[in-house]
Structures are given as C-alpha cells and as structure tokens.
C-alpha cells in the first residue's frame, strides 16, 4: 500500500513537472482521437463498476462467466473482509447492585444514559464496565455460584461500589445474571 502511494505520487509529482508539454501535446491531438480517448475511458469505467456491482451483488451459487470475471477482477484489490469488526455479542448482561432502599441495574443505567445522550460521556465508561464483564465471563470456571477471590469480579465490584457512591448509595449485594444468546442459558454470580 505504501509503495502504490509512493509512485502515485512520483506521477503526480512527473504530471505537474510536465504540465506544459502536456497540454500542449493534448491540444495538438485530433478531434477524432480525443473522442476516441475519451470513450475508451468511459469503457474502462463502465466495466470496473460493472464489475465491482456483479461482486457484491452475486449469487453465491452463481457460475456464470460475468461472476467469474468480476471475482477475478474484483478480489485481490475490493473485497471486504467484515472479520475487521467487532463480532456481534454472544451474551447479554445485566448487573444488579442491591442497595438499602433498591436495586438498581447498572449497566441497564449507565446504557440508558449513554443513548439518551451521546455526547455526554459515558461510552468509555459502558466500555469498561461491559469488557470488565465479559472478561470475567469468559475466565471464570463456575456458574450459579458466589464469587469470593476472583480479580476480574474484584474490579466489577469496585467500579459498583464507585457508581453507587456517586448515587448517593451503598451497595450489599452484587448479582451478574448472564444470558447466552444462542442456548438461552442463564448464569448467576454474586458477592
């Protein structure tokens, strides 16, 4: 990629060197060549997005010469690898802090507050709380079950403690209910 940019530029760099004999060498081309030139290049532009169109919109199972030529044209150089982004979730969670007067689910709170409004600052915070979260999720060997010295429920458990602070309340118990999206199964931790 470095290198097509770098000779790319070396012939924008030759173009507006030679700028002059150029366009002195375009206008003394004739009228007939020129119509010629430009159509040919209107042909080259018809079938490179003729070509990328039948790509993306093929059939899979499609066999004709059209799909071939286009994947042959196509691949190396416009394919799309969608692995490049994040995977969509394979559970969903909810954390329940229960507190002297309620029970508050945090990160139904602080997602609400982040759609509410985008601006405001709390996708860093919805980030860390739900990567914490996972990260617990996927380390841990239990299920249903309460946690005692675990690192990853440790600094769940602190930020719960640091949130409801800023509540204006104190936590008791911490409840992780996780729901897998494939199986429907349920999984409890607690504090």
Same mark, same amino acid.
């Given at each position: 990629m470095q290198y097509g940019i770098t000779i790319l530029s070396l012939i924008v760099v030759s173009f507006?060197? !030679?700028? +002059? $004999?150029?366009?002195?060498?375009?206008?003394n081309i004739k009228y007939t060549n020129k119509i010629i030139i430009f159509f040919a290049g209107l042909l080259i532009l018809l079938?490179? $997005?003729?070509?990328?169109? %039948? +790509?993306? =919109? @093929?059939?899979?199972n499609s066999a004709s010469k059209i799909s071939y030529y286009s994947t042959y044209y196509s691949y190396p +150089?416009? !394919?799309?690898?969608?692995? #490049? $982004? %994040?995977?969509?979730? &394979?559970? &969903?969670?909810? *954390?329940?802090? +229960?507190?002297? /007067?309620?029970?508050?689910?945090? *990160?139904?709170?602080? *997602?609400?507050?982040?759609? &509410?409004?985008?601006?405001?600052?709390n996708e860093p915070l919805l980030i860390a709380v739900s990567n914490s979260i996972h990260y617990f999720e996927k380390n841990t060997l239990t299920k249903n079950c309460q946690i005692t010295n675990d690192k990853n429920?440790?600094?769940?458990? !602190? $930020? /719960?403690?640091?949130? #409801?602070?800023?509540?204006?309340? @104190?936590? #008791? @118990?911490? =409840? #992780?209910? %996780?729901?897998? %999206?494939?199986?429907?199964t349920v999984k409890y931790y607690y504090n």
């Open positions: 507006w060197k !030679h700028r +002059y $004999f150029i366009h002195c060498k375009i206008r079938l490179h $997005f003729s070509f990328v169109a %039948v +790509y993306a =919109l @093929k059939n899979s +150089y416009f !394919h799309q690898n969608w692995n #490049l $982004f %994040v995977p969509p979730p &394979n559970s &969903n969670y909810r *954390l329940i802090a +229960y507190t002297n /007067s309620s029970e508050i689910d945090i *990160l139904k709170t602080i *997602l609400t507050e982040h759609r &509410n409004n985008r601006f405001a600052g429920f440790a600094i769940i458990e !602190h $930020f /719960s403690r640091n949130f #409801l602070e800023n509540e204006k309340q @104190k936590l #008791l @118990k911490l =409840l #992780l209910i %996780v729901t897998e %999206v494939k199986t429907n």
